[in-house]
């Protein structure tokens, strides 16, 4: 079964950090963009932070540079997003997703999309005192 499935998630205080991970099973990364992604409660998802195949490509939204910093482990099939400075606002779901290199224009462009190959089930992140 091909999938992707995160953890990490949790109830943290602002000023806080969190560490997600994001382990695919019955495919390789390899040859996959990967970006995190995130839906607050009456809101639209929006791109969080993308990285390209190789690694050396990344894009972050405005609103969360300086802050997350996302990375790739091939041998691990694992992608990471680290988060600090946690802010109420960074509340959401967070999902992961693939996107084959087939299929793949720019990080900016996979971040502002929601056609992926493959879709994570979501972690939830809630930052409050």
């Known amino acids: 079964q091909l999938q992707l499935v995160e953890s990490g998630g949790g109830l943290v205080q602002p000023g806080g950090s969190l560490r997600l991970s994001c382990a695919a099973s019955?495919?390789?990364?390899?040859?996959?963009?990967l970006g995190w992604f995130r839906q607050a409660p009456g809101k639209e998802r929006e791109g969080v932070s993308c990285?390209?195949?190789?690694?050396?490509?990344?894009n972050y939204a405005d609103s969360v540079k300086g802050r997350f910093t996302i990375s790739r482990d091939n041998a691990k099939n694992t992608v990471y997003l680290q988060m600090n400075s946690l802010k109420p606002e960074d509340t959401a779901i967070y999902y992961c997703?693939?996107?084959?290199?087939?299929?793949?224009?720019?990080?900016?462009?996979?971040?502002?999309?929601?056609?992926?190959?493959?879709w994570g089930q979501g972690t939830q992140v809630t930052v409050s005192s």
């Open positions: 990285i390209s195949s190789s690694g050396g490509s990344i």
């Open positions: 997703a693939a996107k084959h290199a087939r299929a793949f224009v720019s990080v900016q462009h996979m971040c502002a999309s929601n056609s992926h190959s493959y």
């Open positions: 019955g495919f390789t990364l390899n040859y996959y963009a």
